[in-house]
């Protein structure tokens, strides 16, 4: 049972890191949310991991580093299931 609540614990995890970085890049559509208590916040928790991804280029005024950022937590959250999977089939 344990294994099944670290795997929930950390899904909700990762599920709430993608809510706040959906927020945050919505953020930039609105002029001086991200000056906001809120979007300060968002900057602190979200900006560390999307800076990892930022050697991609900008193209057309466009920043795509928070798609890959999604896709790579996306896969993260997958590969946990999986790894799930393995081991309550192995238990």
Do not use: K, N
């Not at 909700?12 to 991200?34: D, H, T």
């Amino acid at each position: 049972m344990f294994i099944f609540w670290l795997y929930r614990v950390l899904s909700w995890a990762l599920e709430a890191y993608m809510l706040a970085l959906v927020v945050y890049v919505l953020m930039s559509w609105f002029p001086g949310a991200r000056e906001s208590a809120l979007g300060r916040l968002l900057a602190r928790l979200c900006e560390p991991y999307l800076r990892l991804f930022r050697f991609l280029p900008i193209f057309a005024g466009m920043d795509f580093s928070p798609l890959l950022a999604f896709f790579v937590l996306g896969f993260v959250q997958r590969l946990l299931g999986q790894l799930f999977g393995l081991l309550v089939t192995a238990l």
